[in-house]
């Protein structure tokens, strides 16, 4: 299972960014989606996720500003993020709990992760 992340990028303190993640490669079926990020100096901290059924569990620092979502006929994850602020700065990764194969179990897979950057 291969994940690639995009949609980071430079935006002013208030606006709003959308990041998008899709899983590729051998996925026979793919449980928990969702999205860590790291902060220079920081240990990564999870940001939000959503279960297949599409229930969410957000961290509290987002919450009412980030929006999770995914597309399961995709494999992919989106994660709309608003209001952003400075602390919110950091490397976003985003994350899959995956069955690679019917019989292989399920563990986690990584992207390579996406900047974003608030700043004025």
């Known amino acids: 299972v291969q994940l690639q992340a995009y949609g980071g990028g430079l935006v002013q303190p208030g606006g709003s960014l959308r990041l998008s993640c899709v899983a590729s490669?051998?996925?026979?079926?793919?449980?928990?989606m969702g999205w860590y990020r790291q902060a220079p100096g920081n240990q990564r901290e999870m940001v939000a996720d959503?279960?297949?059924?599409?229930?969410?569990l957000y961290a509290d620092p987002v919450k009412g500003r980030f929006t999770i979502s995914r597309d399961n006929d995709k494999n992919a994850v989106f994660l709309q993020m608003n209001n952003l602020k400075p602390e919110d700065t950091a490397v976003y990764f985003c994350?899959?709990?995956?069955?690679?194969?019917?019989?292989?179990?399920?563990?986690?897979?990584w992207g390579q992760g996406t900047e974003v950057t608030v700043s004025s």
């Open positions: 490669g051998n996925v026979f079926s793919i449980n928990t």
């Open positions: 994350y899959c709990y995956a069955r690679p194969k019917l019989w292989l179990p399920q563990r986690d897979y």
């Open positions: 959503i279960g297949r059924g599409g229930s969410a």
